[in-house]
Structures are given as C-alpha cells and as structure tokens.
C-alpha cells in the first residue's frame, strides 16, 4: 500500500516526541512492504532517513511540476511551523523575519497552516497514494486538501490535544482545528484509550469510530552503550520533557525538595526546555536546592542517551499525558520510571511505579522508596524488560495496517 502521510517533524531534526514515533511507525511500515511519502514543512539536513521518500511541502507551494520518488532531493525550505508551536510563538518568529527579510509566511499560524495545507493538495496531484495518514492539528488542512484533490481515506493520528497542552485555557482556534479533523477523519487512531476518552468526551466523536493504537520504542534508538562515571553513592533523578503545564515540572521540584529533606545526597536533574523554565529555576532557589538540582536546558539524541545512562530513576508527573515515549526510553537503559497516572503509557506498563500527578507527598515517598531500596528497583527493571518485548513498532504497524484496511476496503 501506498502511503502519503503528513507531520511536522522527522528525525534527524525533532524536538520531541511526534518525530521519534513517526520515524519507528514508518520504520516499521516500510518494513512490512507499504511506501511511505511523509510531507514535513521543510527537510531537515542531509543525514535524513533513506526508508521514507521525505518531501517539503513548501517547496511545492510555487506551483507544481516536482514528482516526489525514492531518491527525490528538495532544497530545504525556511519555514516556521514546528510541533508544540502556538500563535506567540509564530508570531514572535514572523516578526523577526520580516525585519530580516519580506519573507512569504502568512500573517498568523492559522493562515501559515492553511498555506501549507495548499501546497499539500499539489503534492496529492503528483505523488500515488492509497491513504492519507495526518498527525496532528497542524497537518489537518494539509490532510483535508489532498483528499479532496485525490478523492482518498483520510486517516487522523491523534498524538495530543489541546486539552492535554493548556488544560483549561484551550485555544478556541486549534480546538476548531482538531475538532473539524475528528469530525471529518474517515477513522481516528488515539495513542491511549486516555486519549480515545478524551475524544469522545471533549469532541463528541462516536468511540467506533476510533483505534487505539500505542507507541512503542526500538531498542535500535539505545543502542549505545555509555561508560558513565558518578561519585560513590549517588543517585540521579531525571525529568525529560517539555518544561510545560502538560508534562507537571512544577510537581517535580515540590517532591524534589521533600526527598532531599530525607535523602540530602540526591542529585536532581531536569532537562528540557519550555515555558515554565524561568519559574522552575526561579522556585529551585527558592526552596534552598541550587546545589541539588540541576537544568539542562534543551538535549539532542547523544546528550539524551547518555543523560538516560547516568540517571538512576525516571520521573514523569504529567498533567495529561496522551502517551509518553520517554518512560519507555528511560527503561531501555535499564532505569526504573515512576509515571502519573494520568497519561497513556501507564496502560501497557504494569510495573511501573504510578502516582497522581498532584499527589506530591505521594510522589516524594515512591521517589525515596525507589533509591532506598534495591530490591524494588532490581524488580521493577526484570519485569520492565520484559514488558518492552512486546512494545514493538512492528506491532503497532500492524494495527495502523488493520485502520487501512477498513478505510480503503482491502485495497
């Protein structure tokens, strides 16, 4: 089967999440005899994946006359449109590339996403496909553009929601966004069931209509083996995400604090950027943890690897977690995770240690208990191992194939 499937970032150039799944799904596609076309805003460097025929939309938006293939290679393209991004960031971005240059963007992120949902459709009149495959808001026009070019399935893969990124402060725009996305998808795939909850709940879709299928990892993304070297006796506690309302760092730091009244000698790391940052470094003073508590700033795929090696427990308090790849990442090096409650990946891991994200006292007690003792953690990594076993992008490519199927009739 032809694929022709859109998103917004793809390894080697990826700032979270969304491109680490997207590079194992269709890994594991083109592995199981499909093609995939994955249409980014604009290509990444040159050591970008030969297993996808990877293409700019922004380089189709001139006009057409460009037939994508395996091989194809496309001048990167200036855009501004990456994950996460909200309307100040786009604008902040605007403002300072018209000082530099006229540029060509729209005037708001809405209208940019719909540009770039205009270039989608002259790449639909040239590249064979059987299915659409969007994820996320963003690709939504794009999605909707090349069906109505192509008369094709549309296949919406929901990663986040809105509600996961802003709580209650929605963005009436991106909610319209996603909202129009579910409602006209031919079939929706949620990375949890949390998530399938959400939909039905939030966005009035039928549950029916909906696949839950969830993220897995490859061991081929850890596959580096790191000689880290710590002083005697200590311990590293790691947060790894997004410094946002969403991933709950504020949480973090609150247990920080009550661990190291217990257990002064621990090491707290916090890697990452986002939002929150300046109020996270600014409530670390506060609380008298400078020494004990270290940020990062943001990490690319080596310094990740090697962060994951030198950490003796993975933290993640999410707010509203769709999924959550970084629990599996961590486990890969053989670190035990404490995850919340509330996020997706709690559903396929039975041995993690859980907690309410706004428990603190809670948090603060598994956080001591797991650097207390050495029987816990010793078990909770044997069973994690074996767990990720059956966490393959095989698997789940194989029920994306099952979707396909029922939105294409068999083709």
Known sequence: MQILMFGWEFPPDISGGLGTACFGMTKALVDRGHRVTFVVPSLPGPDRPSHVALVAASDFSAGPGKTPSAGFTVSPVDSPLRPYMAEADYGAFRKGSLLASPGHYGPNLFDEVQ??????????????????????????????????????PFVFHVHALEFDRSGRSVNPGIFAVERQGLLEADRVIAVSHFTKG???????????????????????????????????????????????????????????????????GVTFVMAGSGDLMPRMVERVAELGMGSRFFFTGFLRADEVERMYAASDLYVMPSVSEPFGIAPLEAMLYDVPVIISRQSGVSEVLHHALTVDFWDVDELAGKICAALTYDALTREMVERSREELKAMTWDRAAAEIEEVYRKVTGGR
């Open 115 to 152: 540009r770039y949902g205009e270039a989608a459709g002259l790449i639909a009149r040239q590249v064979p496909f059987d299915v659409i495959h969007a994820h996320e808001w963003l690709s939504v026009p794009a999605a909707l553009h090349a069906r109505r070019e192509s008369g094709r």
């Open 198 to 264: 959400m939909i039905v709940e939030h966005y009035g879709i039928e549950a029916e209509k909906v696949s839950v299928v969830h993220n897995a990892v490859s061991r081929g993304e850890a596959v580096r083996a790191y000689g880290v070297v710590k002083a005697p006796g200590e311990r590293i506690v790691l947060f790894m995400g997004r410094i946002t309302h969403q991933k709950g760092p504020g949480f973090f730091v609150e247990a920080a604090a009550k661990v190291l009244s217990v257990l002064p």
